[in-house]
Every structure is written in C-alpha cells, then in structure tokens.
T-cell receptor
Framework: EAGVAQSPRYKIIEKRQSVAFWCNPI?????LYWYQQILGQGPKLLIQ????????DSQLPKDRFSAERLKGVDSTLKIQPAKLEDSAVYLC?????????????FGEGSRLTVL | AQKITQTQPGMFVQEKEAVTLDCTYD???????LFWYKQPSSGEMIFLIY??????QNATEGRYSLNFQKARKSANLVISASQLGDSAMYFC?????????FGAGTILRVKS
C-alpha cells in the first residue's frame, strides 16, 4: 500500500515570496491534515479536512496561509507572502478511522526555508 | 485545552538495554487517546503505540510498551532491548477523535 506522498521535499524561498506544497493521502482515507513542525518543536495542526470540507482551521494563519482539498483527495497548502518564521517542515497526514483510535499516517514532509 | 509535556530533551541508552521516555498530559476530557510516534532523521512520523483512556491494561506493541498511569496523567513509553535503529526523535501525543496535540519530543541516542 502506498503511503502519504508529499512534494516538494525541500524548498528555499525569500521572504514575501509564495510557495505551495502538495499532498496525496493514502487511498480511501477521508481525513487529511496539515501540520507545521518548527525545528525543535512537536507538530502543530494547521488544518483538518474531512473529504473536501474543512473540519478545523483554527490555527491556520489565514492572512497568509490557505489550503484546499479538491474532490476530497489531493490537497495543496499555500503560503503567500512567506515570512521568516514560516521556516518549518510541513507534514501531511491522513487517517481512515474516525474516532478515538484514529491512527494518523504521515508523509515525509516538505521542508521550507525562508531567507 | 489539551497539553502534552515531555521533560527530557535528550536521552542516551546503551544498546540492548531498556529506556523509558516520559510523557505527562493535561486534559479535561474523559475520553481521549494517547499516542507515541517516532521521527527518524528522514522526517516521517511513524506510529508506535496507542493507549485509550478507558483501557485498563497497558498497551504493548513488540518492544514498545506504554506505562499508563491515569491518576498521575502520565503515559511513559518503555523501549526494551534498545537497538541502534531506535535512535530518533520520539513524540508523545494526545488525541480526541482524530485531532492530535504533540509534545516537544525527546531525542533518543542508542550507543553501541
């Protein structure tokens, strides 16, 4: 079974530029998450989708971050304009089971460096 | 609000020995799950073990066991017979439904 795919793996941009990350979840997983992991910290949830609807985006900086999940499969996370503090690894995860035992499957992440 | 605390920034363990990674949590929820994930240098988060708040027995998965003490709100991970491949970052997380809140992590280094 193929895992969660993310691209690009690495991206370096200058502040005020824009960037987009792509995620393809495990086939059949209805729930998709984007997490931000700043160096030395644990992942922090940015947004959660159930199929193509947003379940939770309370921690997404909406003035610069946007995310969509068209057709309930692939998802794109965009940052525009980027700030220095956006330097982080952006992890995409998906899950099948909804409930307390909802194990998340993570991709390898997209590492963003903002100069 | 849910909060996870991992007080050990880094740990060393000798190969083949056991090691305990500490995790305490805070929540007002009655139903929740506790998870441990491993993050090697490649960056991928790998699920290790799960404990439900109503589970009476401690969870075990191969060399991993979770020492769950509900009254103390702790969920420590025990790795038995450490291997060099266990060197990685380890995260404790709490979930209600599918939403996970992670701790800051503990770096584990296994010495040969």
């Amino acid at each position: 079974e193929a895992g969660v795919a993310q691209s690009p793996r690495y991206k370096i941009i200058e502040k005020r530029q824009s960037v987009a990350f792509w995620c393809n979840p495990i086939s059949g997983h209805a729930t998709l998450y984007w997490y931000q992991q700043i160096l030395g910290q644990g992942p922090k949830l940015l947004i959660q989708f159930q199929n193509n609807g947003v379940v939770d985006d309370s921690q997404l900086p909406k003035d610069r971050f946007s995310a969509e999940r068209l057709k309930g499969v692939d998802s794109t996370l965009k940052i525009q304009p980027a700030k220095l503090e956006d330097s982080a690894v952006y992890l995409c995860a998906s899950s099948l089971v909804v409930g307390p035992r909802g194990e998340l499957f993570f991709g390898e992440g997209s590492r963003l460096t903002v100069l | 609000a849910q909060k996870i605390t991992q007080t050990q920034p880094g740990m060393f363990v000798q190969e083949k020995e056991a090691v305990t990674l500490d995790c305490t949590y805070d929540t007002s929820d009655q139903s929740y799950g506790l998870f441990w994930y491993k993050q090697p240098s490649s960056g991928e988060m790998i699920f290790l073990i799960y404990q439900g708040s109503y589970d009476e027995q401690n969870a075990t998965e191969g060399r991993y066991s979770l020492n769950f003490q509900k009254a103390r709100k702790s969920a420590n991970l025990v790795i038995s017979a450490s291997q060099l491949g266990d060197s990685a970052m380890y995260f404790c997380a709490m979930g209600h439904g599918n939403k996970l809140v992670f701790g800051a992590g503990t770096i584990l280094r296994v010495k040969s």
